[in-house]
């Protein structure tokens, strides 16, 4: 999968398709969502001020109708720190990945 990737400061620039999006700060990965329209979700995110909170500068995202499994998957697999209260009383997470993340070659791949 092909992944795009920008800064966060661009986010009016996003497309208008459904997709899983990854926000990063410096790298490291600190949140995965979805959506069913990227630019209307970040024009008025309600955890956008957390997101500048924590330093990110850059989102990565996936366009796909499929998101709704996609932002599952990804979230398990990759246990971002922000995404940590969906997983809170799951035994299933007892042991999450966890890890620096960035993005390369459009491919969003651990470092760490």
Not at 53 to 82: M, T, V
Request: glycine share 8%; proline share 5%; aromatic share 16%.
């Amino acid at each position: 999968m092909i992944f795009t990737h920008t800064r966060l400061i661009n986010k009016k620039q996003l497309p208008t398709e459904p997709g899983v999006y990854f926000i990063f700060a410096g790298g490291t990965l600190l949140y995965v969502g979805g959506t069913t329209n990227l630019k209307e979700r970040f024009v008025d995110h309600k955890r956008f001020q957390d997101f500048y909170q924590h330093g990110a500068d850059a989102i990565c995202y996936l366009p796909s109708r499929d998101w709704k499994r996609l932002e599952r998957q990804y979230q398990c697999e990759l246990f971002p720190p922000l995404n940590k209260e969906l997983f809170l009383g799951d035994s299933r997470y007892k042991s999450p990945k966890q890890g620096h993340y960035r993005v390369s070659g459009g491919f969003v791949i651990k470092v760490a």
